[in-house]
């Protein structure tokens, strides 16, 4: 007689520890998988943030490379502003003409620029009017371009080596030509974690 084979099937000893083994190693998976997103939503912010950093400084190097020698007229007044100006009763820390705005579209318009920075929040926004006399009605655009700032400081040098935190500088000439511009501007960006960011940028003759 054919003797029967003898079936085998798993105790439930033998489940259990298997079922604790799969649990544990789908534990450590899961923490793999959990660290990896981190690691990468950590990765992402920080190249997010080195973007806005680089967009700033560029903004701010073009702006003031490109500075352009003509003033605007003041809405409330009529008189001429600065070409270049700190006077922190616009309500900006600067504002400034700038050349190079260009059109593609062909609009029409100038490629002057009226632009201006202030800080509000904890974030460094640029404004800009499309016109450069404009009047009250005309509302500047608005650009966020950095947050975590804590300030930003300004320092022009003239081209007799003097260096002033404010301009106009006081003095006569300066008040008297409101189509003066420095030969360079240096700027100086304090921020909550990167620290100071410090550039120097030749104005274009």
Do not use: C, K
Not at 30 to 59: H, K, P
Not at 62 to 82: C, T
Request: aromatic fraction near 8%; glycine fraction near 6%.
């Amino acid at each position: 007689m054919r003797q029967r084979r003898q079936q085998t099937a798993f105790t439930l000893i033998e489940l259990l520890v298997a079922m604790a083994v799969f649990a544990i190693l789908a534990a450590f998976a899961y923490g793999a998988l959990g660290q990896a997103l981190l690691s990468s939503e950590i990765l992402s912010d920080r190249m997010n943030r080195l973007q806005a950093l680089q967009r700033t400084v560029r903004m701010l190097s073009d702006d003031f490379q490109q500075l352009a020698p003509r003033p605007v007229r003041d809405e409330l007044s009529g008189n001429y502003a600065p070409a270049l100006s700190t006077n922190f009763q616009s309500g900006y820390a600067i504002e400034l003409t700038r050349g190079g705005w260009s059109n593609p579209m062909v609009l029409p318009r100038s490629t002057l620029q009226r632009a201006a920075y202030r800080i509000e929040d904890g974030e460094l926004i640029r404004y800009h009017w499309n016109v450069l006399d404009r009047t009250l009605s005309q509302e500047p655009l608005a650009q966020t371009l950095l947050d975590g700032v804590e300030s930003i400081e300004f320092r022009f040098h003239e081209a007799g080596g003097q260096v002033s935190a404010q301009w106009p500088p006081l003095n006569q000439l300066a008040a008297a030509n409101p189509r003066l511009r420095p030969v360079a501007v240096e700027f100086v960006l304090q921020l909550d974690i990167e620290g100071e960011i410090n550039r120097l940028i030749e104005v274009a003759p």
